[in-house]
Structure formats: C-alpha cells, structure tokens
C-alpha cells in the first residue's frame, strides 16, 4: 500500500544543520511532487516547500530561503529535506507529504520527525 | 501570500449533531484554469493530518459523506451532518492555487 516512511526523531545544537528523509513506496515516486509542512509544538501547520522528484524542481517558502534545501534520490524513492542554521524555533514535528492528482493538495503523509534544537 | 482565517477556532459539539467550519481567503482562490483549489484537512490527536476534501467539495478516498465542503471564490465552508467520537481533532483548510501553498490556523472540534 502507499506509504511515507520518515526517519527518526533528532536533537540537534542551535546553528546545526539536519537532515530527514522521506521514503516512498507503493507508487511512482517521480509521478507526484513531495512537499514538506512543520508543526511547531501546539501550533498549526506550515508549508515548508515543494520537490518534483521528476525533474528535481523546488519551490520554498520565503521564510526558508537560503537554509532549507529539499532533493530526492529517485533509485531509492526518498526525498530529503535538510535545513541548516537551526535555531531554537525550529523546533517541531516535520512531515513529508504528497501531492495530490491535481497537485493542488496533499493526499498521503509521512509519520512525522521530531526535530529539537536545543543546547 | 494568501492568508487563510477559520471561524470558530473551538467547536464544542454534541454527538449526532451537525457541524460547520468557515475558511476566508484574502484573495480569490480562482486558478487561471479555472480551478479553485482548495481543500480540507483533519488532523486528530497525536496523528498527521489527513486529506478529506479537496478542490472546494470533492471527498477524497475513504472520507465518510457526513462530511462536505461548499464554497466559492473566498469564502469555504467544511460541514460535518453528524458528529461522532472519532471526528475530535483539530481542522484546517489550505489553498493549493498558488505557491506558497497556506493553511489556516486550525478549529478545533470537541464533544460537549
């Protein structure tokens, strides 16, 4: 069956860099973009950005800009979502998530990462 | 960006009674297609969120009919005929028409 399968939980130091992965199975992987949203702890959800494993095209939110990177390996179906310069208020749950047919939504979603920065 | 605001963010609710959830945009979500893209999700406690409907009023696979989704141009509605247990959890809508996509902040539905 379709599946997002996320690595597991991290803690990282503020300024570090971290890295989740995303791992597909059950479909086409180049077929349907990747997106990845966060959830701060008791807070709502925020569109991070967007992959195309097709052809490797990104969108990012601004916000993110020049810190957050996203790739995909199409022989192993995994997409990455890296972001560096962590700072305490990253802090959150990261989920991978894909796009729906009309790639107007996303229909199937990862388990969720836990990413702590905390010194 | 486009600012998405929900009404009510709390939603007490007894079993078996109707719900509805509003969902204003700042600006038209009519993609030059003609489209309109906007969907609903639920996200129950301590699980990721789900698709239930998306496009404005198509249900997404496995989404019970109690729930439908009506709307046009900016103003969305999300309506639950008749709530049960397990439909406690927090809504959000979210529109897909342009980059970056946007959520709004959350209602969360519970039993009275």
């Known amino acids: 069956q379709l599946q997002l399968v996320q690595s597991g939980a991290e803690v990282k130091k503020p300024g570090a860099s971290v890295k989740v992965s995303c791992k597909a199975s059950g479909y086409t992987f180049t077929t349907y973009g990747i997106n990845w949203v966060r959830q701060a702890p008791g807070q709502g959800l925020e569109w991070m950005g967007w992959i195309s494993p097709y052809n490797g095209n990104t969108k990012y939110a601004q916000n993110l800009q020049g810190r957050v990177t996203m790739t995909t390996d199409t022989s192993t179906n995994t997409a990455y979502m890296e972001l560096r310069s962590l700072r305490s208020d990253d802090t959150a749950l990261y989920y991978c998530?894909?796009?729906?047919?009309?790639?107007?939504?996303?229909?199937?979603w990862g388990q969720g990462t836990l990413v702590t920065v905390s010194s | 960006d486009i600012v998405m605001t929900q009404t009510p963010l709390s939603s007490p609710v007894t079993l078996g009674q109707p719900a509805s959830i509003s969902c204003r945009s700042s600006?038209?979500?009519?993609?030059?297609?003609?489209?309109?893209?906007l969907s609903w999700l639920q996200q129950r406690p301590g699980q990721p969120p789900r698709l239930l409907v998306y496009?404005?009023?198509d249900r997404f696979s496995g989404v019970p009919d109690r729930f439908s989704g009506s709307g046009a141009g900016t103003d969305f509605t999300l309506k639950i005929t008749r709530v049960e247990a397990g439909d406690v959890g927090v809504y959000y809508c979210?529109?897909?028409?342009?980059?970056?996509?946007?959520f709004g902040q959350g209602t969360k539905l519970e039993i009275k």
């Open positions: 496009r404005v009023s």
């Open positions: 998530a894909r796009d729906c047919d009309s790639g107007d939504s996303l229909d199937y």
């Open positions: 600006q038209s979500l009519v993609h030059s297609d003609g489209n309109t893209y």
């Open positions: 979210m529109q897909g028409t342009q980059f970056p996509f946007t």
